[in-house]
């Protein structure tokens, strides 16, 4: 039997059919839709807000479009996604996404209308070639980095993520036998990803969660110079001062010439100094007679 209205999980999107359509497979990743989106009505916020402030693709002016189901750039477009995966084709839905999004006091309500008009289906990914992965998550990345250009880290992140977690489902990679420079390629892109994700959650000032990525990389690779960085100022934030220096001296030395990482060290090297010097006083006093 069909439920005429099913809802997230997390209470996030409900989707209340209007319309029953065809029974077939629901559209799944890298699946083609094309989509058409009419009565767009929002609470707490204006129609125009969605692209101009929170950057949705898909509820732009124009009512028909065509999405491929994981290329989401922003919150709003990935909640829509996750109602049109659960659409068959002709149906027509009610959607009500309640998200809170950054910027805003309360949370953002947005109904509209959506007809799933086709679907041009994708194979589920157990049954992508590990160079297809590599493809995907190679795309997915170049997006990132696109939208951490433009200072979307939070959406960056979610790209990064998305590549990275394509890619891990090739472990154990060893055993899939592969050409050794698809391998190389799939591993140096893995560790790119990781660096990309520590770099976003080092601007969101997450800096337990970019020591924690900056380690994976560089259990994997010690010299890795962005890695040392990243994770010599995430320790400088957390006020672990020896550490941040230890860590961007090392940076430092795998270049020498590199501004940035010497003005970090200098920073911090004065931050040792004062606290070795407060160190040495507080023992003094202790002594003193």
Request: hydrophobic share 35%; charged share 25%.
């Amino acid at each position: 039997m069909l439920l005429q209205t099913w809802k997230s999980a997390d209470n996030i999107v409900t989707k209340d059919i209007i319309k029953p359509g065809t029974f077939c497979k629901k559209p799944t990743e890298c699946s083609t839709c094309e989509v058409i989106i009419e009565n767009v009505n929002v609470t707490n916020a204006s129609v125009h807000d969605l692209k101009s402030k929170f950057n949705s693709e898909i509820l732009k002016n124009k009512s028909k479009s065509t999405l491929t189901i994981g290329e989401a750039n922003c919150e709003i477009d990935r909640q829509i996604e996750r109602a049109i995966q659960m659409m068959m084709v002709s149906e027509k839905s009610l959607v009500i996404i309640d998200v809170l999004l950054e910027g805003i006091d309360n949370s953002l309500v947005i109904k509209f209308e959506v007809t799933l008009n086709e679907i041009q289906p994708y194979k589920p990914i157990w049954e992508w070639t590990p160079e297809e992965k590599y493809s995907i998550a190679l795309k997915y990345k170049e997006a990132g980095i696109g939208l951490f250009k433009e200072g979307r880290y939070v959406d960056a992140f979610y790209r990064f993520s998305k590549a990275c977690k394509i890619l891990i489902t090739l472990e154990p990679i060893q055993d899939l036998e592969l050409d050794k420079t698809l391998e190389s390629n799939i591993y140096n892109l893995r560790l790119v990803l990781y660096n990309n994700m520590a770099g976003c959650q080092l601007n969101r000032k997450n800096y337990e969660h970019t020591i924690s990525l900056c380690n994976k990389i560089l259990n994997k690779e010690s010299s890795n110079v962005k890695a040392l960085y990243r994770r010599g100022v995430a320790h400088g934030n957390l006020k672990d001062v020896e550490k941040a220096v230890a860590d961007l001296k090392n940076a430092a030395n795998l270049e020498p010439h590199n501004q940035t990482i010497k003005e970090q060290l200098s920073i911090y090297n004065v931050k040792l100094q004062e606290a070795n010097q407060k160190f040495e006083n507080m023992i003094k006093r202790m002594f003193k007679t």
